[in-house]
């Protein structure tokens, strides 16, 4: 397999219509059912394993659901008009000081789907105008709109979906 772009070093054009809020949303929706689906029937001890001392499978879950609240706070940003957005952590403390990995799978899964589910339900109470509004992203410095945010939220979800999908595969697990 070739070799990724690390998040971090990626680019984003945010130039589509903000008429693709709803396939936006349900690229949201689909999250928890799919990460569920990878970390079935599969091992703690796998789960937990950590290759190249990167993250586990499970530890990539948790760190979506950590990042939860942040897609949160700035969703709600957007609609009281905020100007620039909230940063992120890049040093993903709250990850590493979770220790997810002593945590079990379900709690971390059902907790993800828990938070998700008020995501995509805050989403849908919005009126379409709302996907227009515009504020500052202070890593990447570029002014996006809530349906842009939309979309990176979706593409950082199918960033760490790939690892644990690839460790699978380190694994003998499948894809």
Not at 20 to 30: K, V
Request: charged content about 30%; glycine content about 6%.
């Amino acid at each position: 397999m070739s070799t990724r772009i690390k998040w971090t070093d990626r680019s984003f054009n945010f130039n589509f219509p903000t008429a693709l809020f709803p396939e936006m949303i349900e690229r949201l929706r689909g999250v928890p059912p799919r990460l569920e689906e990878y970390c079935r029937g599969v091992s703690s001890e796998l789960l937990t394993f950590k290759h190249d001392g990167r993250w586990s499978m499970q530890e990539n879950a948790g760190h979506l659901l950590d990042l939860e609240s942040l897609v949160q706070q700035r969703i709600e940003e957007y609609v009281n008009g905020a100007q620039q957005l909230h940063a992120a952590d890049m040093s993903n403390r709250k990850t590493d000081d979770a220790n997810h990995n002593e945590t079990p799978i379900e709690k971390i899964l059902s907790d993800f789907r828990t938070q998700r589910t008020t995501t995509v339900e805050r989403l849908e109470g919005l009126s379409d105008e709302n996907f227009g509004r515009v504020a500052l992203h202070p890593r990447l410095n570029v002014e996006m709109r809530l349906v842009d945010l939309v979309y990176f939220s979706a593409e950082h979800d199918d960033y760490h979906l790939t690892r644990i999908s690839e460790l699978r595969r380190e694994l003998g697990l499948g894809s």
